[in-house]
């Protein structure tokens, strides 16, 4: 991790081997360009512009200076039109860039006084994207690392126009750091393959982050999840040699004040069961444990930012297989709290292992409830793979998260809880039946959800498009996201601590 800091210096004279500098849609100058073209001799606008660029989202061109000025090289980097994007420009350009300034040692950076509004919120972009834009898993590579992926950084400095601003860029970058050391972590979870990240495993990971983030855990064995009646987990455990896991994790910040509660789906490994999918399908199921890993990533923020506010979740884990033991189409469940469910396809399972999570967390009487889910194709089909779906029986509740994602780059988009899709779930034999119709699927999704809240405040996340993706975006590359981790942190930040925080 390089060491962060804040400097007035003049981006002319500070001495780095990287200087990096904005450059808005045109293009034009953005600040310190001017200042460090004067002093180089060179119009570094025109340039810029000569090399056929101009200025759109992480365009970049690098110049060196031949000793004129204490920065040994400078980077260009293209923000789009000024103004727009906020501070997700800021976070979106340098996370293009990021594997390319993370090969330099030292580096320097106006970047932060490019974007409208608090300086704070744009130190906190940039360090996210810095950090989350250079974010590489190479655990299981044993070649040489390509050169181009070397990551050299140690320390980057952000360069301001006032000493009074430098309070609150260190505010920034602490925030900012644990922000996105969570996410790679939440990141790392995902990516690691289900051979080795088992329900176990992610249980004693999120011990282990516990102690560090100073978070009270406890780990759910089987034995107590039979005693304690979650027979969704269970169940769809129930066909591996890997046992399920029920992880509990709490934050207390408020005093006695009611807790927000989240979850998030935790499937190591989704075979699909004994309605197996093909193997296309299968093979990125890893990563059917996104949401899992985005709400522990958010236990951990929290832990370690320390918000007025508590926080209680559980995080159901199972993994799903098609041995002799695996539950088959038409068995009922009997889920936490003594609701039962039919089982008609055995690859609709993460709504039933969140149906017992969902239950034991409406028993804590929190003010609200948060999931995060890898759950339907069909939300995918309906947004694609740059937003999630966001469903909910509180439409305060769900804009407020739906905001706080917007804030931070996280976007998503309310789908319609629509009552009247009810019946499509409907059973004979059960409670509840854990499939309806093919059309829409999202949404028959979350009214089994909604069968476990009871009467709290909950908004749902679909996450199935955003938490893995296919192609490298602005600041991940292919693999895990950790989407949402960051707009469900910021709520919890913001709306949930009812204080104001940065984006």
């Known amino acids: 991790m390089p060491r962060f800091r804040f400097s007035t210096a003049s981006p002319a004279a500070v001495r780095a081997d990287l200087l990096v500098l904005p450059m808005y849609t045109g293009p034009r100058p953005g600040p310190g360009v001017e200042e460090v073209g004067a002093a180089l001799g060179v119009d570094l606008a025109a340039a810029y512009a000569g090399s056929k660029l101009s200025g759109k989202r992480g365009q970049a061109l690098t110049i060196p200076t031949f000793g004129k000025l204490p920065a040994a090289t400078i980077l260009l980097v293209g923000l789009g039109e000024r103004g727009e994007g906020g501070t997700d420009a800021l976070r979106r350009g340098i996370g293009k860039v990021a594997p390319q300034v993370a090969r330099f040692r030292r580096v320097a950076t106006t970047l932060a006084q490019a974007a409208d509004g608090e300086l704070e919120d744009a130190v906190q972009a940039t360090v996210e994207g810095l950090l989350l834009g250079s974010y590489r898993f190479t655990r299981y590579k044993t070649v040489a690392q390509d050169p181009s992926e070397r990551r050299e950084l140690a320390e980057v400095t952000f360069l301001g126009r006032e000493r009074g601003q430098a309070t609150a860029a260190r505010r920034a970058i602490e925030r900012g750091v644990v922000i996105a050391e969570s996410v790679a972590w939440a990141r790392d979870l995902v990516n690691t393959p289900a051979i080795d990240a088992t329900p176990d495993h992610l249980a004693r990971e999120a011990q282990r982050m516990a102690r560090e983030a100073g978070l009270r855990v406890k780990v759910w064995s089987r034995d107590q999840l039979e005693r304690g009646g979650f027979g969704g987990i269970l169940g769809v455990g129930r066909g591996s040699s890997n046992e399920p896991r029920l992880i509990e994790l709490r934050y207390q910040g408020a005093g006695r004040a009611r807790p927000i509660a989240l979850t998030g789906k935790g499937v190591t490994f989704d075979s699909g069961g004994l309605s197996i999918k093909d193997s296309a399908g299968m093979e990125w199921m890893k990563a059917d444990m996104g949401g899992a890993a985005a709400m522990l990533a958010v236990m951990r923020a929290v832990g370690l930012l320390k918000p007025r506010v508590n926080v209680i979740a559980a995080i159901p884990s199972s993994e799903n297989m098609p041995d002799g033991g695996a539950i088959r189409p038409g068995d009922v469940l ?21 149906a017992d999570a969902l239950a034991f967390l409406a028993e804590q009487e929190p003010r609200a409830i948060v999931d995060a889910a890898t759950l339907t194709g069909a939300c995918m089909v309906a947004l694609g793979t740059e937003l999630y779906g966001a469903i909910g029986n509180d439409r305060d509740l769900v804009r407020a998260v739906l905001d706080a994602g917007e804030a931070v780059g996280e976007h998503g988009w309310e789908l319609p809880l629509w009552k009247g899709y009810r019946r499509l779930i409907d059973s004979n034999v059960a409670d509840v039946k854990n499939v309806g119709e093919r059309w829409g699927g999202a949404i028959s999704a979350a009214l089994f959800l909604r069968e476990f809240v009871g009467d709290t405040p909950w908004v749902h996340l679909d996450v199935a498009g955003t ?37």
């Open 334 to 354: 009997r889920h936490r709290g003594g609701k039962t469910s039919e089982v008609l396809n055995t690859d609709a399972e993460g709504r039933l292992i969140l």
């Open 467 to 503: 938490a893995f993706a296919e192609k490298p975006g602005d600041y991940w590359p292919k693999g895990a996201t950790g989407s949402p981790a960051r707009a469900v942190i910021r709520y919890l930040l913001e709306d949930g601590a009812g204080a104001p925080a940065a984006g």
